[in-house]
Structures are given as C-alpha cells and as structure tokens.
C-alpha cells in the first residue's frame, strides 16, 4: 500500500533553516508529481511546492518563493523541502503529499511533520 | 488567487441522516476542478471526489459530488460515525492551488 513518512521537522529560531524528508514506498515513485502541503489552525490547508516526475519542473506559492527548494531523489524514493529564512508565519505541519493531474489534486498525503518557528 | 468558500462551518447531524456540504469559488472553474478531502482530528486529509464527482479509490458510494462553475456540494447520502470529520474543497482550475476553510460535520 502507498505509504510517504515525512520526518525533520521541530523547533527553530526565525531566520534559521531547517530540511524534510519524506520516504515514499508502496509506488512507482518516480510515476508521480509529489507536493508539500501545509496546514495550520489559522490559515488552514496551503499548497506549498510540487515537483515533477524527472525533478525538472518545480512550483512555489508565492509565501515560500525564494526561501524553500523542493527536490526529489528517484533512487531513495525520497522527497525533500530545504527552508531557508525561515519566519513565524511558516509554523504549520507539513505534508508530503502523492500528487495526481500534475500534482494539481493529491491522492495520498503522509501523517505530516510538525515545523515550529520560534525564538 | 481563487477564493474557496465553504458553507456552513459547521453541520451537526446524526448517524443516518444526510449531510450537503457547499463550496463556492470566487471564479468560474475551468473543467470542474474541484476536489473534497475528509480529514479526522489527528490524521491527514484523505481524497474523497476529483473532478467535482469523480470518486477516488475505495470511498463509499454514500459520497457524492456535484456542481460546477463557481458553486460545488458535496453529499453524504446517510452518514456513518466515521464521516464525523471535517471536509475541506481544493481548486485546481488556477494557480495557485487553493483549499477552503473547512466544513465540521459533528454528531448531533
């Protein structure tokens, strides 16, 4: 069965940085777009990034551009969010997510990892 | 950015009755692309519909989706204890990608 276990996340000081992972099994990885999805109490569900089949194409919100990289490894299996400048506002759990239609829509999302911004 | 709209934000019924969700979008969605997503406290969201009424993989046929345009629902023919959860909608006719709030279906 499709399984993603996203790990790294924890306690950090505003401006630092901190990097997930996620670990997919269960599927074809390297068949799908993968995203990263957030979710906090105030502001909800947020499309963070997704990254294409080949790892050539990537996509930002606009509140993450220039600070996150997404990327993927096809021989681990593994997706990964390298955030950078991090603020406040980034407090959320974040989910790697299966996408599907080029990852416009997600089929399977992982337990999440929770990313606290704080001094 | 499309701005999803959910109603209500809270919908309390019981075990058996039926329960219609609405999601409204603040533009014209392009081919129906809309998704609802139940998520149970603790856990992450799970695909329910794609498509505005496609459904996903092993939901229930009780689930059911419709509209188009700007305006969507999302119905639960009779409800189960475990459809006491919250549903959230997902655009994907623009980017970026948005969801709305959220509707909480609790047990009345």
């Known amino acids: 069965q499709v399984q993603l276990v996203e790990s790294g996340g924890g306690l950090v000081n505003p401006g630092g940085s901190l990097r997930l992972s996620c670990a997919a099994s269960?599927?074809?990885?390297?068949?799908?777009?993968m995203s990263w999805i957030r979710q906090t109490p105030g502001k909800g569900l947020e499309w963070v990034s997704y990254?294409?089949?080949?790892?050539?194409?990537?996509s930002y919100a606009d509140s993450v551009k220039g600070r996150f990289t997404i990327s993927r490894d096809t021989v681990k299996s593994s997706l990964y969010l390298q955030m950078n400048s991090l603020r406040v506002e980034d407090t959320a759990v974040y989910y790697c997510?299966?996408?599907?239609?080029?990852?416009?829509?997600?089929?399977?999302w992982g337990q999440g990892t929770l990313v606290t911004v704080s001094s | 950015e499309i701005v999803l709209t959910q109603s209500p934000g809270t919908l309390s019924l019981s075990p058996g009755q039926r329960a219609t969700l609405s999601c409204r979008a603040s533009?014209?969605?392009?081919?129906?692309?809309l998704a609802w997503y139940q998520q149970n406290p603790g856990q992450a969201p799970r695909l329910l519909i794609y498509?505005?009424?496609s459904r996903a993989t092993g939901i229930p046929d009780r689930f059911s989706g419709s509209g188009s345009g700007t305006d969507f629902t999302l119905t639960i023919s009779r409800l189960e204890p475990e459809d006491f959860a919250v549903y959230y909608c997902q655009q994907y006719g623009g980017s970026p990608w948005t969801f709305g709030q959220g509707t909480k279906v609790e047990i009345k």
């Open positions: 533009q014209s969605l392009s081919s129906s692309y």
């Open positions: 269960g599927f074809t990885f390297s068949d799908y777009y």
């Open positions: 990254i294409s089949t080949t790892g050539t194409a990537t």
């Open positions: 498509g505005a009424s």
């Open positions: 997510a299966r996408g599907r239609y080029q990852a416009r829509y997600t089929d399977y």
